[in-house]
């Protein structure tokens, strides 16, 4: 752009004047009678916003998500957070039964079970049943006096090995 370039905005003439370098942060735009309007940087922060919430709002008509945007860094807007929850009431919708729909399930209920008593089968509910313990075993007082005198048999024998071992080592 020229320093001096010209839009047509909403009918209007618009002139920016100033730096046009980067984001055009010290440029200012001006009408026709040289009035000043605004910062370009305010106009393109403007844009962004009502482009956000055309994307929200046709996310919200179509039913899906908001494509995901850009992270900034920061708190998020309030504007953003609003949107969410609304768009997941719509999903989850909770489903109810009609009275005529609850009565008709009856009435069906009500026709099986007649069938199965004129045809003689008695549903009986299965009776619970205590699961069965794990018998506690025991030991016998001849076993218990055996694994006793294995035990003391072993130990002597380690005993005798330990006073052995020293004996060998001396030279």
């Known amino acids: 752009m020229s320093p001096?370039?010209?839009?047509?905005?909403?009918g209007k003439r618009l002139t920016v004047r100033g730096a046009m370098t980067g984001r055009h942060a010290g440029s200012t735009?001006?009408?026709?009678?040289?009035?000043q309007f605004m910062a370009i940087s305010d106009i393109l922060a403007s844009i962004d916003h009502e482009i956000a919430q055309l994307q929200q709002a046709?996310?919200?008509?179509s039913g899906s998500t908001a494509p995901a945007a850009k992270k900034k860094?920061?708190?998020p807007k309030k504007v953003a957070a609003a949107v969410a929850p609304a768009a997941m009431k719509l999903a989850k919708k909770k489903r109810?039964?009609?009275p005529e729909g609850r009565k008709r399930i009856v009435e069906a209920m009500k026709r099986r079970w007649a069938a199965k008593k004129k045809a003689g089968v008695t549903v009986v509910p299965a009776a619970k049943t205590p699961?069965?313990?794990?018998?506690?075993?025991h030991i016998s007082p001849e076993t218990r006096k055996r694994?006793?005198?294995a035990a003391k048999q072993r130990w002597v024998a380690?005993?005798?090995?330990?006073?052995?071992?020293?004996?060998?080592t001396e030279p």
Not at 4 to 10: C, F, H, K, N, T
Not at 58 to 61: G, Q
Not at 158 to 168: D, F
């Open 158 to 168: 380690k005993r005798a090995a330990a006073a052995v071992v020293p004996a060998t």
């Open 73 to 75: 860094a920061g708190r």
């Open 147 to 149: 694994i006793a005198e």
């Open 58 to 61: 046709r996310a919200l008509l």
């Open 4 to 10: 001096q370039a010209s839009i047509v905005s909403l």
């Open 131 to 137: 699961a069965k313990k794990a018998k506690k075993r």
């Open 96 to 98: 109810n039964l009609s």
């Open 29 to 35: 735009i001006y009408d026709h009678q040289g009035e």
